[in-house]
T-cell receptor, first 112, second 118 residues
Framework: QKEVEQDPGPLSVPEGAIVSLNCTYS??????FMWYRQYSRKGPELLMY????GNKEDGRFTAQVDKSSKYISLFIRDSQPSDSATYLC????????????FGAGTRLAVHP | EAQVTQNPRYLITVTGKKLTVTCSQN?????MSWYRQDPGLGLRQIYY???????DKGDVPEGYKVSRKEKRNFPLILESPSPNQTSLYFC?????????????????FGEGSRLTVL
């Protein structure tokens, strides 16, 4: 069983929809949680970073961590075609990048 | 412009022919790392370096070598490439840790090097 599970999709939604992307994990020691966005033929770039539990909002994006359920989510409101990308969750227990575990990524397509 | 630069971006080679993928960052980051990305498996860490002359194995180090002689450079060496090393490779760099020091938790990635081994 992988430490981090993420549905690969693809997920196809119409423009303006609310998108929910999720990851589950098995290691209860994880406390640093990130979402990276990867456009085609590009490297991943950090989208959201959360420490421990709770919600974090940045514009149209909201990251949510539920440590009791070992479940993290990324919500995208008013989705745009420019949001079409692969979204990778990542998490760490130690606070060091050398122990950062990535999910496999979910491909999202937002069509006009 | 702050960036991580990888070369080559695309490479087709044959089994056993040694190759090096270069990585350079201009952000004065201590931490650098190599990942490979394969469908369904996500990003898996090959090697990482906490600073000059300090390197360590990640989750999938077999068949790879690295060196860190200068802070800005972290080349990935495939001494005898095999077809199972066909993959998309990413170099990344950052400040040392996720916690404290005002870090945003950001790992900066290069644009990737697509390697095919025949």
């Amino acid at each position: 069983q992988k430490e981090v599970e993420q549905d690969p999709g693809p997920l196809s939604v119409p423009e303006g929809a609310i998108v929910s992307l999720n990851c589950t994990y098995s290691n209860s020691a994880f406390q640093y949680f990130m979402w990276y966005r990867q456009y085609s033929r590009k490297g991943p770039e950090l989208l959201m970073y959360t420490y421990s539990s709770g919600n974090k909002e940045d514009g149209r994006f909201t990251a949510q961590v539920d440590k009791s359920s070992k479940y993290i989510s990324l919500f995208i409101r008013d989705s745009q075609p420019s949001d079409s990308a692969t979204y990778l969750c990542a998490m760490s227990s130690s606070g060091g990048y050398n122990k950062l575990i990535f999910g496999a990524g979910t491909r999202l397509a937002v069509h006009p | 412009e702050a960036q991580v630069t990888q070369n080559p971006r695309y490479l087709i080679t044959v089994t056993g022919k040694k190759l090096t993928v270069t990585c350079s960052q201009n952000m004065n980051h201590e931490y650098m790392s190599w990942y490979r990305q394969d469908p369904g498996l996500g990003l898996r860490q090959i090697y990482y370096s906490m600073n000059v002359e300090v390197t360590d194995k990640g989750d999938v180090p077999e068949g790879y070598k690295v060196s860190r002689k200068e802070k800005r450079n972290f080349p990935l060496i495939l001494e005898s490439p095999s077809p199972n090393q066909t993959s998309l490779y990413f170099c990344a760099s950052s400040l040392p840790g996720l916690a404290g020091g005002g870090t945003t938790g950001e790992l900066f990635f290069g644009e990737g090097s697509r390697l095919t081994v025949l």
